[in-house]
């Protein structure tokens, strides 16, 4: 099977520091994977460079087949690849409905009038939104402005969405909600990346892994494989603990 998204010797640095150095994976169709360690591993770094915030000092970055590394954000998400942010971004002068339909009117299959406005509330009925199109981002709390940032996602119609800890702050019956939301997104053939420290989440929803430390790729595998693995282990809790 060809691999949607192909990264090979990835590399970033800022100043001395490499904070990306020489990361490699593949995010299969349809695949959700996990891209985990501890707090300043990289993680969020990887995420800009694929989705163009961040250009790479090295390496390659195929989506579909086409090298999109070196892409101007825009013409990323036009090709298919569509992100939310660790700290969220709302176009805070737009109300709900217009956020979602800014993802609709600029993606590489733009629609307009009737058909838009239906897909707009049906994007927000989705993520849990249903009802609040007229809501300000301001007047939402943290956990719904998260969700108006995947539906704006969404409406890229994006065939690989990348994640970044979006589960992050969720209460158990909110996690459980949001879980059964991303695998419903595999089930409509959307692949997934997705940086998250929610255990729970990894082993419910990620066929793979790929564990990250001092910006280098430790370890790949299953979940159960990788969180098992002694260095992953070392990463997160220290040598005591390996």
């Known amino acids: 099977m060809t691999a949607l998204l192909h990264v090979s010797g990835l590399t970033r640095r800022f100043g001395g520091l490499v904070a990306v150095d020489d990361v490699a994976f593949d995010v299969q169709p349809g695949e959700i994977m996990g891209l985990l360690g501890p ?6 770094t990887v995420m800009n460079l694929l989705s163009g915030a961040l250009a790479p ?21 036009r090709a298919g690849l569509a992100r939310t942010f660790q700290l969220v971004r709302p176009l805070a002068s737009l109300d709900c409905r217009d956020n979602v339909l800014a993802g609709i009117a600029f993606g590489a299959e733009r629609r307009w009038g009737r058909e838009a406005a239906t897909e707009v509330e049906q994007l927000l009925a989705r993520v849990g939104l249903g009802g609040r199109g007229a809501a300000l981002p301001g007047e939402l709390t943290y956990i719904d402005q998260k969700r108006l940032e995947l539906a704006r996602a969404l409406a890229l119609r994006p065939r690989l969405l990348l994640l970044d800890e979006w589960l992050a702050g969720l209460n158990p019956t909110e996690l459980r909600e949001a879980i059964n939301l991303v695998a419903s997104l595999r089930r409509d053939g959307i692949a ?6 929610v255990m729970d989440a990894i082993r419910s929803l990620c066929d793979r892994c790929v564990v990250m430390n001092a ?28």
């Open 39 to 44: 707090n300043g591993s990289g993680k969020t």
């Open 57 to 77: 000092d090295a390496g390659t970055v195929l989506f579909e087949g086409r090298a999109i590394h070196n892409l101007p954000a825009y013409r990323i998400a």
């Open 192 to 197: 997934i990346l997705m940086v998250e420290h």
């Open 215 to 242: 910006g280098r790729r430790i370890a790949l595998g299953s979940p159960g494989t990788v969180l098992s693995d002694p260095e992953v282990v070392r990463a997160y809790l220290g040598d005591d603990n390996a």
